[in-house]
């Protein structure tokens, strides 16, 4: 067995793989899949924290080669940029083992992902991907959507970065018109939109992982998100339930089908779900571990994570079936009105004497212009409540967001 681990953009939740290898005796090795790390991910890019690190400059063979050195018999993609490469290094470097290459495109594409949906008989939202607002006029009117409520986003973002709702009778195409050209967070250019039926329900997190195409769960939250203006992807809250829940339990079947469908073999999975009327679908899948501090949570509600269960699997060859809800967790998500100087830090003195609280941070210095609070990127800070009595959570939960009611944001 290799004495190195390969991590294609440990960024993101991806930073925490160097050193949970380290400790399990393996070497981190770190490919960059550019010159330098996409925007959304620069603070979580640590070179120093490998043993060395290779960039890909366009020409996959030679990088490929200039890994054989470390004897690769896997690699691990860190972070939602990297996991396009890291499938086609897979097939050069150690073929067969990695998901499905055919299907590499519907992993990260979430237009590819509805047509693989499609292939495989999965129900799925109504989507389509277009650069030409003619047709995408055409579609609308085919499927009878002109008028109603619609989703907009990149055919490739995350983390609710440029995700709208166009409300029943909105203008659609001043959205199209938005998202169409622009450079989003992940440093990639919308060449296309995707316009989406706009799905009426619960969304689920379902975090799973995968071996020789047996898919065992990790863990699984129930999100409250809320909107403001024509922004849907604003985190609130989110839940962590019990394996065993009627929730999860109408989830998890259909959960497999879509990494089934979508080619996911080995490794992280994790899939966005909302429960509709007509049943489960699909919002999003990726094939690699769940971002924005999750792991942490993860395992403070879980005892484990994905970063656990893969160097688990990876180094020792252990495999679970499944997880344990050892304590009631609940993550909120802190919003920032408007853009501009958070001046009454004290909003938030005594948070640390509620009952449930855990933890708390504000992820901004002292003096900083923190954003507006429109996506996950852009939360003004984070609040873990852990407790035995739901009560007790819903209780001091209510008196977070009173203090967040008082938040005082200075214009620049």
Known sequence: MSDYTIIVDPLSTGQEYPAAFREAGRLPVAVLSGA?????????????????VHYFTGDVQALAEELRQYEPE??????????????QLIELLAPGTGNVPELAAA?????EMAQALAAAGVPRLRQFRT?????????????????RRLVIKPPKSAAGDEVYVVFSGGDWRERFDRVLGRTNKMGLTNDAVLIQEYAEGTE???????????????????YTKV?????IGIYRRIDFLAEDDPEVQALWPYTRQVLDAVGIRIGCGHVEVMMTADGPRLI?????????????????ATGDNHIKRTVAHRVRGEVRDGFDLVQHLRGVFVIAPAEGYFRNREVFDGIDELKSFHWMKVLYDEDAVVPETVDLFTCLAWVILIHSDPATLDADYHRVLEMEAGIVIETP
């Open 204 to 222: 689920y997190l379902v975090d799973t992982y995968s071996v020789d195409g047996k898919h065992a769960l990790v863990d699984v939250c129930r």
């Open 284 to 300: 999003e899948v990726a094939a690699r571990p769940a971002g924005g501090g999750h792991q942490m949570v993860s395992e403070l």
């Open 74 to 87: 896997y690699l691990v993609p860190g972070a939602e940029s990297g996991v396009e490469l890291c499938d």
């Open 107 to 111: 992993r990260r594409d979430k237009w």
């Open 227 to 231: 909107g403001r203006g024509d922004k």
């Open 131 to 147: 650069a030409d607002p003619a047709e995408a006029q055409m579609w609308l009117k085919e499927n009878d959507l002109l008028g």
């Open 36 to 52: 330098e790390p996409p925007p959304a991910y620069t603070a979580s890019w640590h070179p120093d924290d490998f043993e060395h």
